[in-house]
């Protein structure tokens, strides 16, 4: 509860403070909110409505659109006289034509009491969406590493990561549909942790079921989640369908509802958007397709690593020089942990830390696949589109963490250090965002 | 902390937090109840601006005034609520109040263009145009553009009232750099060029009036009528001044009404139309043009009214009998097509030349015949193949140059598509290209503008139509032409073609009509083929011609080289099929009938 009361303030302080429109394509993901708060419905491929693109630009103008971003988008500023419409100084982000999520709907929902509010007023309240969503995630997640099997010191290091981690409650207190395809992620996580730890429960299958449809009409980000369900659906259906069960009845169930469950995912996941953009992709997928646009693999590899943990606005301010030798660091000390661990405190199932290197290798591949493969690719060297394996994430860094703390470490000083170093990390990276905008 | 301890944190955080948001959230309920009862009260008359409404609901916009106050008064900096409250009371003309609502707003968002665009329209309602313009300018223009041209160009009357000049070309230059087709900016500057003795100035100024750009023909998507009025001013004195001359003028506004006539443009064409009628009545029969308008929005009571009273002012005005017929046609009425036939007819008497006249008055005696209806002016229409119906066919025509019988000729399929100009996309036809070579080198300077023609196309909804608005030949540069142009070569393998298509030509002296399909001599022809003009009246254009190549193909070219105005339909291209007795004669062959 206390993390997830942080988590609450912390969000609300980043949506208050970081100035309107200075997150990735929020504009755009706003868009699609208030027109659906508006007309009560979704409008398919959307013709912005004049009304609200005057409105919108104009907040723009207020809001420094023209000097914070566009100048580094396209290296010029707003222009003197104000367009009617956005796409006339920005084709970069504008609208999405026939993109659906049912991030916008949930976003909807906290404007449709204020929808006669100003824009600026009702972008806040969408943000607001989001950080409910990151408040929710955070509870998830503890209950994720409860079901895991991870001690407490270690699940509260790791919840505290996620809570203090600048990117993301960055994204996480922004417009976009990545909460809650992150959140959509959690829910099948924990359902299938639920699933192996317990055996066979229907709240699991449900979960697993549940979270990975509500992320298949999330975001693009969670369509790993078809492939990963797949293999873990063999592997748990192998594993107990084979050896694992008491009786032979038992066996026949745990290989038919995982199969039964794979079946159903298929031929829903047919239906979703983004099942169907996975399908597009992959008939499309060449190796090395992403890389024709010029750019490298360690450039975009850097890009994603430095945006994963600290790049504020349109991805385009950093933290301090310095800053992400820090994170860096830490990433070495805990796969030192990890390899060469000094200390067994924090141990846990084998078969939960297997999960969780399998679930985040699973978003990593999916990711790279798209990456390497597709002519966007090298746009989507950003490293929010890992999030939702942020929460397996957070546990493999304070797990490796704590390996490598020696073994003379009290509990106390294990989990405080790991929290203070992420703290110091977190005030360092928001104040200079911070001093960005406000600095004069 | 006991549960007890707990409830009381809880009940305490609870009403802190109720007590910190109640205010914020009693606002956002009154804006949205005022918000609402606003919307369903008034009608606006513009879409983004503050000006007074139509059909205001007294009692609606009463309790839409009461909310958004009361909104005021739990949250006095609330932003949408004083927005709203400015556009009630501007709905209901009360600009100094609204003004008051805004001026808080102002001081609390002070770079919010939305509040100072709005302050803009509440100063131009006043009458402040000094304010207008500040604010205006203030607000980054945005959507203002046309009230803030209006206030520029009043404001430099005022300046030239008292003698201030060069205070006025200012403003002038400012209205123009905002509204680069505002001729009666333009206008001024170049009185203020001619005052001043700079004859470089007046120069450029004169080429750009003679040369404009589209802007200066487009009519601006906006209620406000002032702007069209000074350019209807603007534009009668070009013609005074001889800048412009009466056929300029002319194709001006044939394009304005052809592509202008709907919505809220043809409110402003309709301003601007009368005041250039008002000022030179004597140039055009100004109620003509209105009658089109009126006939193009699909007001055909006016339309024929007007049409009549034209045709009263000008009785030798014979296109005037035509829309007289094609009103009448619309009813749908036994009468109508009676009265259609009988206009039709008369026209004819004067247009003999116009196979869409023939058509329609053949069309209109035949659904009267039908129904047993028999009028003097269908007496000639029971022939079995009339003179007029030969000149439109294609087997007629090929087997009267070739001279053979008419079931000697043999006509493939038409390999054209959307020949007849039905389907467009944007602004071309679709399977059709705009070809524009002008101003560019190696072409001569000029303006041509291609859409569709929907009110008289020869056959079906519509027909490409070419504008040349003008032309300027220039030494050692090609004449300008513009046209419509195949998308994809028809593949052609050796024999005879014909092409053939119906056209409409109203042309400025030096201008031609022309029709381009290789520039292989030995696939049909290469260069050009001339039509002569028809005065507006529909002809057929035949081509006979010879592919000699096996590889030959051709993308068919119809365009206008020069001033004036074109319209081309129902072009189909044909190979000439089956034994002909005869010798082709000397091939091209170009008949128009």
């Excluded at chain 1, 394509?25 to 693109?53: C, T």
């Excluded at chain 2, 879409?47 to 007074?52: I, K």
Aim: charge should be neutral.
């Amino acid at each position: 509860m206390l993390l997830m009361g942080l988590a609450l303030v912390r969000g609300l302080g980043y949506a208050a403070l970081v100035p309107p429109w200075q997150a990735p394509d929020e504009i755009s993901h706003f868009e699609f909110a208030w027109h659906i708060a508006q007309l009560g419905r979704w409008s398919g491929a959307p013709a912005p409505l004049p009304a609200f693109e005057r409105e919108l630009v104009a907040s723009l103008y207020v809001w420094r659109f023209g000097e914070w971003t566009l100048k580094g988008l396209t290296g010029r500023l707003l222009p003197a006289v104000m367009p009617e419409r956005v796409e006339d100084f920005l084709a970069l982000s504008h609208t999405m034509p026939g993109r659906f999520s049912l991030a916008y709907v949930w976003q909807a929902l906290f404007l449709l009491p204020a929808r006669h509010e100003d824009l600026v007023t009702q972008l806040y309240l969408a943000r607001l969406s989001s950080v409910v969503l990151n408040v929710l995630l955070i509870g998830l997640a503890w209950r994720i590493y409860g079901e895991l099997g991870l001690p407490q010191g270690w699940a509260v290091a790791a919840t505290a990561l996620l809570v203090l981690w600048p990117q993301h409650t960055f994204i996480n207190a922004t417009v976009n549909e990545g909460p809650l395809a992150e959140l959509a992620a959690a829910v099948a996580f924990w359902g299938w942790a639920r699933l192996f730890a317990r055996g066979l429960r229907p709240e699991g299958v449900a979960a697993v079921l549940g979270g990975t449809m509500l992320g298949l009409w999330a975001k693009n980000t969670a369509a790993f989640l078809i492939g990963w369900d797949a293999l873990a659906a063999l592997a748990y259906g192998g594993y107990w369908g084979l050896r694992g069960a008491a009786s032979w009845r038992h066996r026949w169930a745990y290989l038919a509802v995982p199969t039964l469950m794979m079946l159903a995912l298929g031929a829903l996941a047919a239906g979703t958007p983004v099942g169907r953009w996975a399908w597009d992709r992959l008939q499309a997928w060449e190796p090395g397709k992403g890389m024709e646009a010029g750019m490298l693999l360690n450039q975009t590899l850097r890009w994603t690593w430095e945006s994963l943990w600290a790049r504020f606005g349109w991805i385009d301010v950093g933290a301090p020089e310095g800053w992400g030798g820090m994170v860096l660091l830490l990433g070495l000390l805990a796969i030192r942990g990890w390899l060469f661990p000094r200390s067994r405190a924090w141990s846990a199932p084998g078969w939960s830390v297997g999960m969780m290197a399998a679930f985040g290798m699973a978003v990593l591949a999916g990711w790279l696949a798209f990456v390497v493969g597709t002519p966007e690719g090298p746009y989507y060297a950003q490293g929010r589109y890992l999030f939702p394996a942020a929460i397996p994430g957070a546990a493999l860094l304070a797990g490796g963490w704590g390996r490598w703390a020696p073994q003379g470490w009290g509990e106390g000083a294990r989990v405080a250090g790991f929290i203070g170093i992420w703290a110091l990390l977190d005030a360092v990276a928001w104040g200079w965002a911070l001093l960005y905008y406000y600095g004069g | 902390m006991g549960s007890r301890g707990r409830w009381a944190l809880c009940i305490l955080l609870i009403g802190g937090l109720g007590g910190a948001l109640g205010p914020y959230a009693m606002a956002v309920f009154h804006t949205a109840q005022g918000a609402q009862a606003l919307a369903g009260a008034v009608r606006p008359v513009f879409p983004d601006r503050l000006a007074p409404a139509h059909g205001v609901d007294a009692d609606r916009l009463q309790a839409a005034i009461a909310h958004l106050q009361a909104a005021l008064a739990w949250d006095p900096r609330h932003l949408a609520a004083r927005r709203l409250l400015a556009q009630a009371y501007a709905a209901q003309n009360r600009p100094r109040e609204a003004l008051e609502v805004l001026d808080r707003a102002a001081a609390d968002f002070p770079d919010d263009p939305m509040v100072a665009l709005e302050r803009g329209d509440l100063y131009d309602m006043i009458g402040d145009v000094e304010a207008a313009i500040r604010e205006y300018e203030r607000g980054h223009v945005g959507s203002r553009r046309v009230p803030l041209a209006v206030n520029l160009l009043k404001a430099a009357e005022a300046q030239v009232a008292q003698g201030h000049l060069d205070q006025a070309a200012r403003l002038w230059q400012r209205a123009l750099a905002l509204d680069p087709g505002n001729l009666a900016a333009a206008l001024g500057l170049l009185d203020f060029y001619r005052h001043l003795g700079d004859a470089d100035g007046a120069a450029e100024i004169t080429a750009r009036l003679r040369r404009f750009g589209p802007e200066a023909v487009a009519v601006p998507v906006d209620l406000d009528f002032r702007l069209p009025r000074a350019q209807g001013r603007a534009m009668a004195r070009l013609v005074e001044e001889g800048l412009w001359d009466p056929g300029t003028l002319e194709r001006v506004v044939a394009v304005q009404l052809a592509r202008s006539s709907g919505g809220l443009e043809g409110l402003m064409l309709e301003r601007l139309l009368q005041e250039v009628a008002a000022r030179r009545p004597e140039l055009r029969p100004w109620t003509f043009y209105l009658a089109e308008l009126a006939h193009r929005r699909g007001d055909l009571g006016r339309a024929e009214a007007l049409y009549r009273t034209a045709l009263e002012l000008h009785p030798d005005l014979a296109v005037a009998l035509r829309r007289l017929g094609a009103v009448a046609e619309a009813a749908g009425t036994a009468e109508g097509t009676a009265a259609a036939a009988a206009f039709y007819w008369r026209y004819l008497q004067a247009v003999p030349e116009d196979l869409r006249g023939w058509a329609r008055w053949a069309a209109a005696c035949a659904a009267l015949r039908a129904r047993g209806i028999a009028i003097p002016a269908c007496a000639e229409a029971a022939a079995d193949r009339p003179a007029w119906g030969v000149r439109m066919e294609d087997r007629a025509i090929v087997a009267e140059v070739l001279g053979v019988p008419a079931a000697a000729v043999v006509l493939g399929e038409n390999r054209v598509p959307n020949g007849g100009f039905e389907a467009w996309e944007r602004e071309a036809p679709a399977g059709w290209v705009w070809s524009d070579m002008s101003n560019r080198p190696p072409w001569s300077p000029a303006l041509f503008l291609g859409g569709a023609e929907t009110l008289e196309p020869f056959a079906g909804t519509r027909a490409a139509r070419v504008d040349g608005l003008w032309a300027a030949p220039e030494a050692g540069r090609k004449e300008a032409r513009a046209g419509f142009w195949l998308a994809q070569p028809i593949p052609l393998s050796p024999g005879l073609y014909v092409l053939s298509f119906m056209y409409r030509a109203r042309l400025a002296p030096g201008a031609r009509v022309g029709v381009w399909v290789s520039e292989r001599p030995e696939v049909l022809f290469a260069g050009e083929r001339w039509l002569p003009d028809t005065r507006g009246a529909w002809r057929k254009a035949l081509l006979i011609a010879r592919n000699e190549a096996t590889d030959g193909a051709v993308r068919p070219l119809l365009r206008l080289w020069g001033g004036g105005e074109v319209a081309f339909d129902e072009v189909a291209l044909r190979a000439l099929q089956g034994p002909l007795p005869a010798a082709p004669p000397q091939l091209p062959l170009v008949v128009v009938r």
